[in-house]
């Protein structure tokens, strides 16, 4: 039955953890979880709608680089011969080279005359003499429009976001400026301050630049390297986006997917919104295992406490049980006797119960007991027992010992005078041996011996009963003596 107990225990408490983590802790996990998702939602369609924001900050020093004097002086020198044409690449180098370094800063820049054919380029003397205007959309669209615009292209070996501007003299299109400014950390670090999220730039096959951490750039780079074929798909999409959720070394993330714009038909390079699962739900983690931890403690706490109150309840269960079967087998003088304090009071109320069942004791009224039960089982039970062991069936008439004749001639005294008497001697015999008399009066003790004495009279055919106080065991008895004649 312990065992019982204290699997039941283990039971109760592992169910309740479990209903609080699936019902409670798990429901408020998921509704956290679906707001992190939508805010990311939220922030990637803002993002689109301010992206001409930092797309203007890649413009506009174009632009000025675009209108400088020397620059232009330089573009429009003669080039009717090789020579001169030399001379003048030479010139616009020169110029680009000295402006860039001072005041325009970029990964590479590029300008070409208003066919797109390359005029010169920064970092390099060489004159390349390459047809932008045919290879790139942008630049075709920036002489036949005159409308600037940004693409994703590939400068000297290197992804890279291209600002495209028209360069303009006296009014007319003379050419193109291209500004190429390289995707890293630093955009990326530009990005995530306009979001929030941490952002990543990259490719088909690798991650390209990221405000992660190295340890998570490298978990990613492994997860882009690994799905290349899905990434592929995220850059052919064409402006939509992807939710994914993915483990970088030991975080779970939330990321969202997208191609960045781009006028080629293959789209180079995609961007991706990036917030940590785990540590957005790190309450709820931290509440599991405080849950945890507090049912393995109720567990452990819970299970011994438990037992020690069962087994004091089964300590007062094994007493009663060790007295009814010394009452079973016959020993009907038992008495529940225990030195231990929370059995007294259960003794001293199995004792009272035992003597009334028997007709030791026979209460005097109401009040009486009422009284016993408030001291919690009559202390001194035994004390306060009137035990009458000698019956009228112990005691048989016919066999009446001359003994008890003599004294059938001694109760001639009236009535009033036997019971004063008697009284008086019980109580006396009462206070000799230390038992309480708080409980005992003159008019209780005459009402009970006239109730026992018709009860003895009609039982046993006599027309009197007289008693008399014993001391035995060191215990107050009334002997009853059936008198067959008055």
Same mark, same amino acid.
């Given at each position: ?19 609080? #983590? ?22 990637? @369609? ?8 930092? +797309? ?13 004097? *020397? ?11 090789? =020579? ?21 800063? $970029?990964? =590479?820049?590029?300008?070409?005359? $208003? ?7 920064? =970092? ?16 075709? @669209? ?13 400068? *000297?070996?290197? %992804? ?46 690798? +991650? ?23 990434? $592929? ?30 006028? =080629? ?51 007062? %269960? ?9 009452? %079973? ?18 003794? @001293? ?20 007991? #009422? ?30 010992? !001359?003994?008890?004749?003599?004294? $059938? ?14 009284? #008086?001697?019980? %109580? ?7 038992? !309480? ?25 006599? *027309? ?9 065991? #060191? *215990? ?11």
């Amino acid at each position: 039955m312990r065992v019982k107990f204290g699997l039941l225990i283990l039971v109760l408490m592992a169910g309740f953890a479990l209903f609080v #983590n699936f019902f409670i802790i798990n429901k408020l996990e998921e509704d956290s979880r679906f707001k992190l998702e939508s805010s990311m939602i939220h922030e990637f @369609q803002a993002y689109e709608r301010g992206r001409m924001a930092t +797309v203007e900050s890649r413009l506009a020093p174009a632009r000025e680089l675009a209108r400088e004097e *020397k620059l232009l002086t330089a573009m429009m020198l003669p080039a009717d011969t090789d =020579q001169a044409a030399e001379d003048r690449h030479f010139e616009v180098f020169t110029k680009l080279e000295a402006l860039s370094r001072l005041k325009y800063p $970029a990964y =590479q820049i590029i300008i070409t005359d $208003a066919d797109g054919a390359e005029l010169a380029r920064t =970092q390099t003397g060489k004159w390349f003499k390459e047809r932008w205007a045919d290879k790139y959309k942008l630049v075709r @669209q920036v002489i036949d429009t005159g409308i600037e615009g940004e693409d994703i292209w590939m400068m *000297k070996d290197r %992804i890279s976001i291209a600002s495209a501007v028209p360069v303009r003299f006296d009014g007319r299109l003379v050419g193109v400026l291209i500004v190429g400014n390289a995707i890293d950390e630093e955009l990326a670090r530009m990005e995530k301050s306009i979001g929030g999220s941490d952002y990543a730039f990259y490719s088909r096959d690798r +991650v390209i630049a990221s405000t992660l951490t190295s340890v998570r750039q490298a978990y990613l780079n492994d997860y882009v390297s690994r799905n290349s074929e899905k990434i $592929a798909q995220v850059l052919l999409s064409r402006g939509d986006y992807f939710k994914e959720n993915i483990v970088l070394g030991e975080e779970e993330y939330s990321i969202l997917l997208s191609p960045m714009p781009s006028m =080629q038909d293959q789209t180079l390079a995609g961007f991706a919104m990036m917030r940590s699962v785990s540590h957005h739900l790190k309450p709820y983690s931290d509440m599991r295992t405080f849950l945890m931890i507090v049912t393995v403690l109720f567990i452990l706490l819970g299970i011994p406490l438990a037992l020690l109150i069962l087994q004091e309840a089964y300590r007062s %269960i094994d007493f009663i049980l060790e007295g009814a079967h010394q009452i %079973i087998v016959g020993n009907k003088d038992y008495q529940f006797s225990s030195n231990d304090p929370a059995l007294v009071g259960l003794g @001293q109320a199995m004792n009272l119960m035992i003597a009334i069942l028997l007709g030791k004791y026979i209460p005097e009224d109401e009040d009486e007991i #009422n009284q016993m039960a408030l001291k919690g089982g009559a202390p001194g039970v035994r004390a306060k027992a009137i035990v009458a062991k000698a019956t009228t069936e112990s005691l048989p008439i016919q066999s009446m010992s !001359d003994e008890g004749a003599a004294r $059938a001639v001694k109760v001639d005294e009236d009535r009033e005078t036997y019971f004063e008497r008697l009284f #008086n001697e019980f %109580i006396a015999a009462k206070k000799k041996v230390g038992e !309480d008399i708080s409980l005992v009066t003159k008019d209780r003790l005459i009402q009970k011996l006239l109730r026992t004495e018709e009860k003895l009279c009609e039982k046993h055919g006599v *027309k009197a009963v007289r008693f008399e106080v014993h001391i035995e065991d #060191n *215990k107050v008895t009334l002997k009853p003596f059936p008198i067959k004649d008055e």
